[in-house]
């Protein structure tokens, strides 16, 4: 979890091990007829073995962008053009996935393998022609030397494990038929079948209720602990970044603009794009019928990218002498956080 390779949040497992995955300054554009939208522009971290790192941030702002972006499924006009995405499972040798070939065999290998990933919507990553079995059968004997029988009843273990009805009766209905819960559940069973090391989970639970979402929280925390697996968190729920994440990155207009420990983002943050993110939390100690803080002014269009600090038309700490004219540098601010803003590591 850092930017700079000269900059980095000191945790426990620094000292001990090579990042599982580590996000070098990533950046994914989009070439439109009107302009040129840097959805990713610089964003990088680092993601441990048994780490859940949540990413956070308001709509638009390239979380999910960023998640596809590490396994090259970006859709056209879109395009990454700079960065790195290293992957280091088990001690392997270190591989950029930015290097692989997008439809080549050595990422489609890795892509719901060791790397798999749980989209917001889970219709459009079905096959509407195929039943959810074959889909599932597939993905299993596609990552391993199951045989079709073996694989089968696998895949009926992953659709009870997360909380699917008459698992055997599903397997051969199509997408369309199960309901909206049971086709994100359908989802996390598929990406989990594989047991990845890496897990980019973008939204997991929010179509889910409050009970079913408990219960596959729970089970993802179950299955990092057992298989030592990394979780990439991507969210716009604070409440669930505080029950599952080991580090915050919170994202603004593409970039990481803070990082660091969970509990010393969500006691102490640093930025005030995060300050005014977790303000805008529902807390129980609210006043009855107060009204929640939310954050001054809308999101810019990205195409319209304020110069220098993109937040400072909606800074409540704007600096007339340089918010506007140069763009901050992540810099580490306290013990372990890391910060983009010139209210720190400014001479
Ligand atoms: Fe606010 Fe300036 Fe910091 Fe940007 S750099 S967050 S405008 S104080």
Redesign the pocket.
Known sequence: MQTPESESVVTEQDTVTEPLLSVQDLQTYFFTDEGTVKAVDGASFDVYAGQTLGIVGESGCGKSITAKSILQIIDRPGRIIGGQVKFSPDGAAVQNLLELEPNGPEIRSIRGGEISMIFQEPMTSFSPIHTFGNQIIEAIRLHSSLDKIEAHELAVDWMRRVGIPTPETRMSEYAYQFSGGQRQRAMIAMALCTEPRVLIADEPTTALDVTTQAQILDLLQTLQKQNDMAIVFITHDLGVIAEVADIVAVMYLGKVVEIGPVESIFSSPK???SKALLSSMPTIDAAHRERMPSITGAIPHPQNRPSG?A??PR?P???SDI?GLKE?ELVSVGTDQQAS???YGRD
């Open positions: 930025h005030p794009y600090c937040f400072h800074c700490s704007y600096m918010c901050p803003c010139f209210l």
